[in-house]
């Protein structure tokens, strides 16, 4: 089909009508392709480059550049005008009114239906007879109007913005790198904070907090040999080990930090239950002779035997009848012994080893307990309900009477500057003011509580009740957590600072449990596919390509850090603002995080990051993975370059993608 240069758009609108005409059409001429990449832009360019080519416009004259230019399209849809100045153009060119069709200007049916269908929409290129003398008028649009005329003229005209092809720049990686989802839930109201991936150092996700007491769990089992009858328990800071009174028996079990038995101590006489040892002491003054002996309360012998830290016993000192327990004084490097049948208190010189003298008592003291600050001893005297004081220079201070029904334990807590006495047949603990040595308060425990002990890993007191095999755990502030069960409670129970593990005796069963902490916080939930993707992450690293953070809940992820770990033992760590890569969608908190593209994910990193109480975090991570045998097979890798798959290279290795 040729047609003149200068067409005109009456020319062009019965060219127009001629192409689409229906009838069969010959190769040259069917131009329209029925099938398109889906997109109204790719249509679009296909129609104008075959319109060009069709109507032979290649080379088109001024006078139809110019006709049009003002009555042609909307830019971006057909661009067969002038575009040199799309910005201007953009600014300057509305969208003009569909124009009424009068009887004369109509076609036939068939003609628009083929339009519509191939062409443009309806009014944009006007294809009606365009004779000059009976083209209406057109009203030229101002160049510079009023808002309120703006508003007024785009009332009437509603027009389909044309989707580009991707609105999210980050579209190509999600359609062309696999992912790993990780989701973590903080169901709890305080801010938790959680590690991923670091396989190497084995970090838990989420350790649970000190406080988190209801987090506790048995992560060892001692078997002691039966018939021991284990009771009395202490960890010694000098050598880090656990010494557990074996009271039938006559002997001391040490264990490690790692719960293991590493040596029985047998005492004199070795016969069964002459020896009878139920309690400690141990020196923890650091500055004396004797740092870290541990003093063995034989309560049948009657005696002290006293413990060196090559686990030799060393010797025995003689005390009153009956010994119970006894505790070490750091102001005077003196050992206290409560002596229940001659009621009455047995002081030895922790480093020469001999009895210094005696103290009277109430009536049969059971426990004692001494203030690390100023030297106070304290002495449970169950039968009297009350409780002696003395000072470091062994003078009489005074007695605190009505001490609850039957107190057998005093302990002090360095949180709150405070000595506990516990009183078994009442059910109570009594707070004790250092200063004025007055009772200040009670607070209520479960049933039987006999022995009490410090945790320096959270600050609480632990209360051991006999009866129903709980715990009653005492915070600083003296409100309390009842209830916790971890197996039979008895007088032997001590915390462990070096492995944050507590230690009870069991002495029914000949057992001691070793209670420590669950590996991951039970108030924060992750999806449970995620142990197995940092082992896969850990043997065959990942090449981050982009990261993206969901968050639910108002507030932001905060102290965002990666950690890189060295074999020699350095860290590196490197913070990130999340505020840099809000991408707020919905009501939820978006973060397209582009910084983490090009880090790696394997071993020997990690992220740690804090997640705000009541939040769940989706985090969407798009990667490259590589095998290590890649790294190692030459073959491999030139196999992979030979195929022209892309190399990932990093500093000192040559890494082929295997995505």
């Given at each position: 089909?040729?047609?003149?240069?200068?067409?005109?758009?009456?020319?062009?609108?019965?060219?127009?009508?001629?192409?689409?005409?229906?009838?069969?059409?010959?190769?040259?001429?069917?131009?329209?392709?029925?099938?398109?990449?889906?997109?109204?832009?790719?249509?679009?360019?296909?129609?104008?480059?075959?319109?060009?080519?069709?109507?032979?416009?290649?080379?088109?004259?001024?006078?139809?550049?110019?006709?049009?230019?003002?009555?042609?399209?909307?830019?971006?849809?057909?661009?067969?005008?002038?575009?040199?100045?799309?910005?201007?153009?953009?600014?300057?060119?509305?969208?003009?009114?569909?124009?009424?069709?009068?009887?004369?200007?109509?076609?036939?049916?068939?003609?628009?239906?083929?339009?519509?269908?191939?062409?443009?929409?309806?009014?944009?290129?006007?294809?009606?007879?365009?004779?000059?003398?009976?083209?209406?008028?057109?009203?030229?649009?101002?160049?510079?109007?009023?808002?309120?005329?703006?508003?007024?003229?785009?009332?009437?005209?509603?027009?389909?913005?044309?989707?580009?092809?991707?609105?999210?720049p980050f579209s190509d990686i999600y359609r062309e790198f696999p992912k790993v989802q990780v989701?973590?839930?903080?169901?709890?109201?305080?801010?938790?904070?959680?590690?991923?991936?670091?396989?190497?150092?084995?970090?838990?996700?989420?350790?649970?907090?000190?406080?988190?007491?209801?987090?506790?769990?048995?992560?060892?089992?001692?078997?002691?040999?039966?018939?021991?009858?284990?009771?009395?328990?202490?960890?010694?800071?000098?050598?880090?080990?656990?010494?557990?009174?074996?009271?039938?028996?006559?002997?001391?079990?040490?264990?490690?930090?790692?719960?293991?038995?590493?040596?029985?101590?047998?005492?004199?006489?070795?016969?069964?239950?002459?020896?009878?040892?139920?309690?400690?002491?141990?020196?923890?003054?650091?500055?004396?002779?004797?740092?870290?002996?541990?003093?063995?309360?034989?309560?049948?012998a009657n005696v002290l035997a006293v413990i060196d830290l090559s686990l030799n016993v060393v010797g025995y000192v003689p005390v009153g009848t009956r010994p119970v327990s006894a505790a070490f004084n750091p102001v005077n490097v003196h050992v206290y012994v409560a002596n229940l049948v001659s009621d009455n208190l047995?002081?030895?010189?922790?480093?020469?080893?001999?009895?210094?003298?005696?103290?009277?008592?109430?009536?049969?003291?059971?426990?004692?307990?001494?203030?690390?600050?100023?030297?106070?001893?304290?002495?449970?005297?169950?039968?009297?309900?009350?409780?002696?004081?003395?000072?470091?220079?062994?003078?009489?201070?005074?007695?605190?009477?009505?001490?609850?029904q039957y107190p057998t334990s005093i302990t002090y807590n360095p949180a709150n500057d405070t000595m506990y006495a516990v009183a078994t047949n009442n059910n109570f603990v009594y707070q004790i003011e250092r200063a004025t040595h007055t009772i200040v308060g009670t607070i209520e425990a479960g049933n039987k509580p006999y022995n009490s002990f410090f945790d320096s890993y959270n600050g609480f007191l632990y209360v051991q009740n006999r009866a129903d095999n709980t715990f009653t755990v005492i915070r600083p502030d003296n409100s309390k957590i009842d209830g916790l069960s971890f197996g039979e409670q008895n007088i032997g129970g001590a915390f462990n600072s070096f492995n944050k593990t507590i230690y009870v005796s069991d002495t029914s069963n000949n057992t001691i449990n070793a209670i420590g902490y669950l590996l991951v916080s039970s108030t924060v939930a992750i999806n449970p596919d995620y142990s197995e993707m940092r082992e896969e992450l850990q043997s065959n690293p990942a090449v981050i390509q982009h990261v993206k953070f969901v968050v639910t809940g108002g507030e932001r992820l905060n102290s965002f850090r990666i950690n890189k770990f060295t074999p020699t033992g350095r860290t590196s760590s490197k913070p990130l603002s999340f505020e840099l890569y809000a991408s707020p969608?919905?009501?939820?908190?978006?973060?397209?995080v582009t910084e983490l593209a090009g880090t790696i994910i394997d071993g020997k990193m990690n992220w740690r990051f804090k997640v705000p109480g009541l939040h769940s975090v989706s985090i969407l991570v798009w990667y490259r993975q590589f095998e290590v045998r890649e790294i190692l097979s030459p073959t491999n890798k030139k196999s992979k370059i030979n195929n022209h798959e892309q190399q990932i290279k990093l500093p000192g290795n040559s890494l082929h993608s295997n995505a």
């Open positions: 089909m040729k047609v003149s240069a200068n067409i005109g758009m009456n020319g062009l609108a019965q060219s127009l009508k001629k192409i689409f005409a229906e009838k069969k059409k010959s190769a040259e001429d069917n131009f329209v392709e029925k099938s398109y990449e889906g997109t109204d832009d790719n249509f679009f360019e296909a129609t104008n480059t075959n319109l060009r080519s069709a109507l032979n416009l290649d080379k088109k004259s001024e006078s139809y550049e110019k006709d049009l230019k003002h009555y042609g399209t909307k830019i971006k849809l057909i661009d067969i005008a002038d575009d040199d100045i799309p910005n201007k153009r953009i600014k300057e060119i509305l969208p003009l009114k569909k124009p009424a069709k009068s009887p004369k200007e109509k076609f036939e049916e068939k003609y628009e239906k083929d339009l519509k269908r191939f062409g443009t929409r309806q009014g944009i290129i006007r294809v009606s007879n365009d004779d000059p003398a009976k083209r209406k008028k057109s009203k030229s649009f101002p160049t510079n109007f009023s808002k309120a005329v703006y508003e007024n003229i785009m009332s009437k005209w509603k027009t389909r913005e044309v989707t580009p092809f991707s609105v999210n989701t973590v839930h903080n169901r709890s109201t305080e801010e938790k904070e959680i590690v991923l991936w670091g396989a190497n150092q084995n970090i838990s996700t989420s350790e649970p907090a000190p406080g988190d007491v209801h987090d506790h769990t048995i992560v060892a089992q001692i078997s002691i040999p039966a018939g021991v009858h284990p009771q009395g328990i202490v960890v010694n800071p000098a050598n880090q080990l656990v010494y557990v009174a074996n009271q039938l028996s006559g002997s001391v079990t040490v264990l490690d930090g790692n719960h293991q038995v590493i040596k029985v101590i047998q005492l004199q006489p070795t016969f069964p239950g002459f020896t009878s040892p139920v309690a400690f002491a141990v020196n923890t003054k650091s500055s004396s002779s004797k740092y870290g002996y541990v003093y063995v309360v034989c309560s049948v047995s002081v030895i010189d922790a480093e020469a080893l001999t009895e210094l003298s005696s103290l009277p008592t109430g009536q049969d003291p059971i426990g004692v307990g001494v203030d690390p600050v100023n030297g106070d001893i304290y002495v449970a005297n169950s039968l009297a309900n009350s409780v002696t004081v003395y000072d470091s220079t062994n003078t009489l201070v005074t007695t605190i009477a009505a001490v609850g969608q919905s009501k939820l908190n978006v973060a397209e």
